[in-house]
């Protein structure tokens, strides 16, 4: 996808809110939560993203931790679902 797709998908109310499924070309789908940080403008411009899977959310919404988070390369994602 590209990095205006994704972003429209987000700003719509997922982004730092709602976690969603994030399904890929070459990898397992998974759950999780995009998350804005201080490099948000300069990951997105490169299409790139930091998400927080689902086993790491509720220690990353206690601690706010980056170190909990992955980056993914947008054009690997295929589709977005709410959940």
């Known amino acids: ?39 948000y403008a300069e990951l997105k411009s490169k299409n790139f993203w930091r998400i927080v899977g689902q086993a790491n959310l509720e220690n990353y919404k206690r601690s706010k931790d980056l170190n909990l988070a992955r980056i993914f390369s947008g054009s ?8």
Do not use: C, H, W
């Not at 994704?6 to 982004?15: D, M, V």
């Not at 730092?16 to 995009?34: A, E, H, M, S």
């Open 1 to 39: 996808m590209s990095n205006e797709q994704i972003e429209k998908f987000l700003q719509e109310k997922y982004l730092d809110k709602l976690p969603v499924q994030v399904n890929f070309k070459t990898r397992k789908q998974f759950v999780g939560l995009f998350i804005r940080t201080s490099d």
């Open 76 to 83: 690997e994602i295929t589709k977005l679902v709410a959940l």
